[in-house]
């Protein structure tokens, strides 16, 4: 199986920053695109950023300029750098990993999500 454990969310002030990670494990051959996905309330589940394994990135509109992905392949890690983080970034973060496992089985996986609120 393959787990992909979330951390680094919280509350902060509007305009602060936070950073997410998320660590991939198990049974694991080869990681392609990961990706950032979140979910407000009422809402539906909307990527937020991705990367291939080749490090190309792609950002929503709404968070261009504001949010840096970046992924550690040795690891198999990916980050998210969250600045001047507004109120609608308010929403759960989840983690997305598209894997080849040591079976050769190739599966979309979650994570469990992690909350990020800003707020004053």
């Known amino acids: 199986q393959v787990q992909l454990v979330e951390s680094g969310g919280g509350l902060v002030q509007p305009g602060g920053s936070l950073r997410l990670s998320c660590a991939a494990s198990g049974s694991i051959l080869r990681i392609y695109t990961m990706g950032w996905y979140r979910q407000a309330p009422g809402k539906q589940r909307d990527v937020v950023a991705s990367?291939?394994?080749?490090?190309?990135?792609n950002y929503a509109d709404s968070v261009k300029g504001r949010f840096t992905i970046s992924r550690d392949n040795a690891k198999n890690t990916v980050y998210l750098q969250m600045n001047s983080l507004k109120p609608e970034d308010t929403a759960v973060y989840y983690c997305n990993a598209d894997v080849t496992r040591t079976n050769l089985r190739r599966s979309e996986y979650w994570g469990q999500g992690t909350q990020v609120t800003a707020s004053s």
């Open positions: 990367i291939t394994s080749e490090g190309n990135t």
